[in-house]
């Protein structure tokens, strides 16, 4: 019924406002438990779950990188206008990998590194 991505971040305020403010994530719940711990629940669109094997995931990395750069597991958001959200989410601290590429799959794809270290794609479909 619901796909919930849990991110364990080092920096919660510098994450909350990434994925909130610059990448325009909705703050659906967010609540202090004990001690420090702290949650926040962000609506991120609909979810899928893309599996790939080993030469697929080369294959995108070649395509968005140049190199085979990401890890297991990589986020990819499908968005409106990607190097504008590019541009903010670079503000906010991001590191961005490559140009953006027009892909065999007609996607305009922009990959990125999270202030937190997760490979970020941003698609648009043309």
Same mark, same amino acid.
């Given at each position: 019924? !619901? &796909?919930?991505?849990?991110? +364990?971040?080092? %920096?919660?305020?510098? *994450?909350?406002?990434?994925?909130?403010? $610059?990448?325009?994530?909705? !703050? &659906?719940?967010?609540?202090? +438990?004990?001690? %420090?711990?702290?949650? *926040?629940?962000?609506?991120?669109?609909? $979810?899928?779950?893309?599996?790939?094997?080993?030469?697929?995931?080369?294959?995108? %990395?070649?395509?968005?990188?140049?190199?085979?750069?990401?890890?297991?597991?990589?986020i990819a958001i499908e968005v409106a206008d990607g190097p504008g959200l590019a541009a903010r989410l670079v503000a906010a601290g991001a590191e961005q990998l490559a140009d953006p590429v027009l892909t065999p799959w007609n996607d305009l794809n922009i990959r990125l590194r999270t202030p937190d270290g997760l490979q970020l794609t941003l698609f648009t479909v043309q």
């Open positions: 019924m !619901e &796909l919930r991505l849990v991110l +364990t971040v080092d %920096d919660f305020d510098q *994450a909350l406002g990434f994925y909130r403010d $610059a990448l325009g994530f909705r !703050e &659906l719940e967010k609540w202090e +438990t004990t001690g %420090d711990a702290r949650v *926040a629940i962000l609506e991120a669109g609909r $979810a899928t779950v893309e599996l790939v094997n080993e030469a697929q995931a080369a294959a995108i %990395d070649d395509v968005e990188v140049g190199s085979r750069v990401s890890g297991p597991v990589r």
